[in-house]
């Protein structure tokens, strides 16, 4: 079956950096994405990666393994506003969300 | 970004209403989205239009109409609901329909069935 997974709530300190992972079982690939969404409000877009390796974005970055099924949305000198969920998508045939992770950033 | 927008906002309706969504993209993107979001439930995709054609019905129950007079507009006409389609719906655009396309949501509108 199709399935995403990634932790439910995290919680990390102003300033600090956090990793927030994603694994898939899809019955096939073709990229996965990273949204941001703060409570309240639509989806936007963070990342695209298809191809392995680390794309890096300002302070946010995106790793991903198609051989792992494994993908990680990085987070550096977090601050107040990245308070957030934060979705994981992997597109096959079509677009598959998981839950979302909600981060919790201490002062 | 305002490129995707929808109304209302907020939506309360009986279980006899019939009430329609809306949702405008001034993008000039090709391919049209409609999401359902519960609360602690993953964002479910109901509907996918490229170019006004209907590609993409994921078993969603007939209540649920969608309609796309043309690429910059797309309705979801409710019917009959029941308190379980209680939700946020989001309406979502891309350029094309396939790839790494980046899907621009709508704010959304909020629902509650009563």
């Known amino acids: 079956g199709q399935n995403i997974d990634q932790p439910t709530e995290m919680t990390a300190t102003e300033g600090a950096i956090v990793q927030i992972n994603c694994t898939y079982q899809?019955?096939?690939?073709?990229?996965l994405f990273w949204y941001q969404q703060h409570a309240g409000e639509a989806p936007t877009f963070l990342s695209y990666n298809v191809l392995d390796g680390l794309e890096e974005k300002g302070r946010f970055s995106s790793f991903l393994s198609r051989s792992k099924g494994y993908s990680y949305l990085l987070l550096k000198e977090l601050q107040m506003k990245d308070s957030a969920s934060y979705l994981c998508a992997v597109r096959d045939d079509k677009i598959i969300f998981g839950k979302g992770t909600r981060l919790h950033i201490l002062p | 970004e305002t490129g995707v927008t929808q109304t209302p906002r907020h939506l309360v309706m009986g279980m006899t209403n019939k009430k329609s969504l809306k949702c405008e993209q001034h993008?000039?993107?090709?391919?049209m989205y409609w999401y359902k979001q519960s609360a602690k439930k993953p964002l479910e995709l109901m509907f996918v239009?490229?170019?006004?054609?209907?590609?993409e019905n994921n078993s969603v129950p007939s209540r649920f109409s969608p309609e796309c007079p043309n690429s910059s507009h797309l309705f979801l006409h409710l019917h009959t609901l029941q308190p379980e389609d209680s939700a946020l719906y989001l309406c979502a655009s891309s350029q094309e329909l396939m790839g790494g396309e980046t899907q621009y949501f709508g704010p959304g509108t909020r629902l509650l069935v009563l």
């Open positions: 993008l000039g993107h090709n391919a």
């Open positions: 239009y490229s170019l006004e054609e209907r590609v």
């Open positions: 899809t019955s096939g690939f073709n990229g």
